[in-house]
């Protein structure tokens, strides 16, 4: 069992910024792959962005938030961070952050272990 708490979600209006929060304090994520997913109502969950542990690094991004969005990690808080700049209506959705255990990344769901409970952000036009 890896906890994880989201925070920093929030309602916000078109081209504005947020800063979302994955706490994982007590247990290390340094050696883990990190994942943000969003799901929108309605919609399926889908893959935002991903960064690989402390022995690689190496970031992926979805074409809708490439350019918009970027994830970094601070192991030594056992925090992960999505930095969400130029905000639309459409990323609109609760972010769910997630740890995959197994080496490697991915942009699937379903390869990764463990999830927090979400936070909304909300986009208004």
């Known amino acids: 069992q890896v906890p994880l708490v989201e925070s920093g979600g929030g309602l916000v209006q078109t081209g504005d910024s947020l800063r979302l929060s994955c706490d994982a304090s007590?247990?290390?994520?340094?050696?883990?792959?990190m994942g943000w997913f969003r799901q929108a109502p309605g919609s399926e969950r889908e893959f935002i962005a991903s960064?690989?542990?402390?022995?690689?690094?190496?970031?992926l991004y979805a074409d809708s938030v490439k350019d918009r969005f970027t994830v970094s990690r601070d192991n030594a808080k056992n925090t992960v961070y999505l930095q969400m700049n130029n905000l639309k209506p459409e990323d609109t959705a609760i972010y769910y952050c997630?740890?995959?255990?197994?080496?490697?990344?991915?942009?699937?769901?379903?390869?990764?272990?463990?999830w927090g409970s979400g936070t909304q952000v909300t986009v208004s036009s």
């Open positions: 960064i690989t542990g402390w022995t690689g690094g190496s970031k």
């Open positions: 007590g247990r290390t994520i340094k050696h883990y792959t």
């Open positions: 997630t740890v995959k255990v197994v080496p490697g990344t991915s942009r699937w769901a379903e390869d990764y272990n463990y």
